[in-house]
């Protein structure tokens, strides 16, 4: 019989953070780097592999000389780059374009500065991986994929070909030792944890990573591999690189079972990151929205004669693929991290902000237009109607009575007067009907006399609020709300804010009270012991287009009478441990409701939900990295990217939010997870124990939107997605005021449109300058043939791919999408 042929690749896991700051983590990397450069000096026979771009990046900026040498061993062959993102990210919260960004920063500069094509996928880290890595990855050029957390450790099994949502297959292995990636550090049990892979490998040929990085590489174990080779006649242990082992594999690839999904399986995924440091996932999606936002716009204003910012794009890149970072963006590094990081995020989102100012700025200039007004720009390749509110301020030598936007219904929200009854400063919303990423005008109209522009006004003994699409009725006393369809068919049994214990880390949730007790506390719940949610405040309001309800409430640690008290009533309340704000509001024509939580919370220990009680059964969908994922309903959380749906009985409820991904679907019950509080980095299960008292959450205020859509039918008939989605990534209003040169028209433009069921991506300058990338991908998972529609034609349309190397003519056919299929286009001008 055949030996048993062992492939052992030593490797360095780089954390750019994690346990340490960037400080440490820059030391760590030179003190391995040297290492390894001498190894592969003494021993020519020597592998060893890097996994992100950066690392070497950062050895080439402080210490040139040793670069040098990296670079002599690299076009020698003894060092090895697996994966070669720019850093390893997260697969899910920073979402799909961003997650490409990396491999697409990564390999490039790999390439141009080592002659390196990468071709083998190496994500030890991340926690669980999206459906559609295969095609992305495969996409990207990569051949293999080897990757650490997600699977079920299967015997036999740790070898399988795994299929995206489009269908493309890649050849992957899964660490599936109890070391994971660290197995071939421990020369002690060399022999035991050979057996162990043996166990699980599904060929002859056995993956044995050393994964250095919490250590230097132990130089003793080259001995071990020497000694053991000589006395086990069964096996044949080489140091190769893993290129070697999975053509290996690929001989036997008719014997491999076929995986389809996404990994978020066993016992190494970590469903509390998904809510850890929620003020990191909410403000990272709005740094997200902003660089996809600001370069779509000033990749038309370029188009339009304005020079492209890219030094500045690029800047704002590298500090955005700094917090997809999959120990970064979750929340699992120490304090220290985020304290050094936060005003970097700041300056993100600021300078982020002006560049896509600056580009609308330009392209609004270029609207023939005389006068003032609100001019409104859609980031989406979809058409869109959403409500917008506008801020207009206006000096003192204006002599402004009442404001109005033509073609539009619009309202009042905020306004100040001076003492003489002229405005100063304004809030006004109006239903904007915007086409696809393009450009709406809506003309301001001001008047010394009133133009009867209404404002929102109290109603009082009012519980509910509806419009022809849907009805939301609360409970006054409670905070507890229902929600039913225009046709009064119930869907919402209840909408309620709950709590409950966290005694867990920044990487688990853990609850020890909930067989006890149940949860800790909620709306409605009046148990004597719990705390107690307090509505103080009520009101409902109603406006030409919008309706809302409005609760300030507390929560309390303690009240008394706390028994009996359905006879005496509550006579005080003590220790306030929370404050809330909901506002749920709905618009006149839109089948939406959005809700808006505030919330300051100084209770340790909490797990904060939003709860909703459906009233039908149904199953479960979500948004994921350029596609759509059916679930298993079950009791753990699960992260999303925009959106979720459930659906049945000939209807369903898609929800969507603005940086909210961890939420969980248990038989009939969603849970938002709002945020957790711990103070641990880990109970030494799965890192040191730690103190993060950031992430415990207290005294910070938040503010959460999300937003229910009824729908009819299946979430496909309901094109789900573009509500979904304009309500994530909203319309930006931009107040105009002067003319234009009139190269654009008035009225409203699209600069781009897609079919319905294909989603834009990203719209940017190519890499090399000379071009426009676009990258779209098919959402229903349905064929599409189409042609795409840009205001300015190209001399020549080419398909390209991820990492923007290949270039091959379109031949002017028409282009052919399959399900769920990513598709990137290089535009010549």
Known sequence: MAKWKVFFFPHFHYDVVWKFDRKDYSYINLRLLRQVIALCSLFPEFKFGFEDAYQLMEVERENPQLFERLEKAVRAGCIRVVDGQYLMADSYLPGGEVFVR???????????????????????????????????????????????????????????WWRGLDGTTILTHYFSSNHSYHVGLFAEYFKENLEELKHYAATR?????????????????LKVIDDFNRSNPDYEVEIAPPEEFFKAVEKEGDKLETVEGEMYEGERIFEGVWSTRMWLKLEGFKARNLILNAEKFATIAWLLGKPYPRERLAEAWRKMLFLAFHDVITGTSIDEVYEDFREDLEELKAGLAETLREALTHISSQISLEGEAVIVFNPNAFPVRQYVEEELEFDRAERVRDVA??????EVVEEERDGEGWLRRVKIGFLAEVPPLGYRVYKLSKSQLSLKTEGRRKISGKNSIGNSLVRVEADPHTGICRILDGEGRELVKSFLLELENEVGSVYTH???????????????????????????????EEGPISKRLKFKEKVYGCYWPYRLREHYGVEFYRQELMDVEKEITIFEGLPLIDFKIKLKNRFPHVRVRARFDLAFEGKYLSSTAFGVVEREKQAKDFPMEEWIDYEGEGRGLALSTRGIPGHQVLENRVYLTLLRSVDLLSHGDKGPITPVRDALELGREYEFRFALIPHEGGWREAKIWREALSFANPPIPLRWRGGGRGSLPY??????????NVLLSCLKQSEDGEGVVLRCYETAGEPVTFHPSLFRKPRQLLLSNITEEKAEEAGGKPIKLGPFKILTLLLKF
């Not at 040929?205 to 174990?221: A, R």
């Not at 009225?747 to 319905?756: A, D, K, M, T, V």
């Open 510 to 540: 853990r609850d020890i009270s909930m067989q006890l007790i149940g949860v800790v506390g909620a709306e409605g719940d009046t148990s004597p012991n719990k705390p107690r949610f307090h509505v103080e405040e009520f009101t409902a």
């Open 405 to 410: 936007v033509e073609d539009a219904p619009c």
């Open 747 to 756: 009225g409203r433009f699209s600069f781009l449109s897609l079919p319905e």
């Open 102 to 160: 990396e491999i697409l920063y990564g390999k490039r500069y790999l390439k141009e500065r080592l002659g390196l094509n990468v071709l083998v996928g190496w994500i030890t880290d991340s926690f669980g991986l999206n459906a559609q890595i295969p095609q992305i990855y495969r996409d990207a050029g990569y051949k293999w994929l080897a990757f650490g957390r997600g699977a079920e450790r299967k015997p036999g099994r740790s070898e399988f």
């Open 205 to 221: 040929n056995i993956l044995m990573p050393c994964g250095v990085g919490s250590c230097p590489f132990p130089e003793w174990i």
